[in-house]
């Protein structure tokens, strides 16, 4: 079977990156970040959908879209990471692999940024390594759909 693209969603206020606060995350712009990860996904014979929206609405429909079209989600929920059930929810009825993603570390910020409810609906979490964590949260995806396929095809 082909594969699907990877969803890349990321939520309110990254749309500003390289505009603001670079001391925390970086200079780049989601554009440029978009761009890089294109190549990336290519690179894993994988398409990409790559979108921003600054509604968790918006973010929830898309999360709805996945389960159809997307082989792999990987999410940055920005500041609803820490306070959406709603995505939580949504995330909960995708069935392949989902990565929960943050450019800065967000254990080494306000308590506040501690919890994740995405966490507990992701298969696994990649936070603080700038925005090579795009890069990387999109080969992991790959990389767990591909085993997920070949389990499936053992006898
Ligand atoms: O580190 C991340 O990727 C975050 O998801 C970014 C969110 C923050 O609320 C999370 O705790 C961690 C904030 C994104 C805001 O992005 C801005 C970019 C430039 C200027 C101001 C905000």
């Known amino acids: 079977m082909n594969p699907k693209p990877i969803h890349v969603l990321n939520g309110p206020n990254l749309n500003l990156l390289g505009e603001r606060e670079p001391h925390i995350y970086g200079y780049e712009t989601l554009a440029d970040i978009e ?12 398409g990409l959908m ?24 990987v999410i940055n929920a920005g500041a609803l990471t820490h306070t959406s059930v709603a995505i939580h929810d949504a995330l909960k009825t995708f069935a392949g692999p989902i990565i929960e993603l943050h450019i800065a570390n967000v254990h080494r910020r306000e308590a506040f940024r501690h919890h994740s409810y995405i966490a507990f609906a992701a298969t696994a979490v990649i936070c603080g390594l700038g925005s090579d964590g795009y890069d990387l949260a999109i080969e992991a995806a790959a990389r767990l759909k591909a085993k997920s396929v070949a389990a499936e095809a053992r006898p």
């Open 50 to 73: 790559f979108r921003q929206s600054n509604h968790e609405g918006q973010i929830v429909d898309w999360i709805h879209q996945a389960r159809q079209e997307a082989d792999a989600i």
């Open 35 to 46: 761009e890089r990860c294109r190549g990336t996904g290519a690179a894993l014979r994988h």
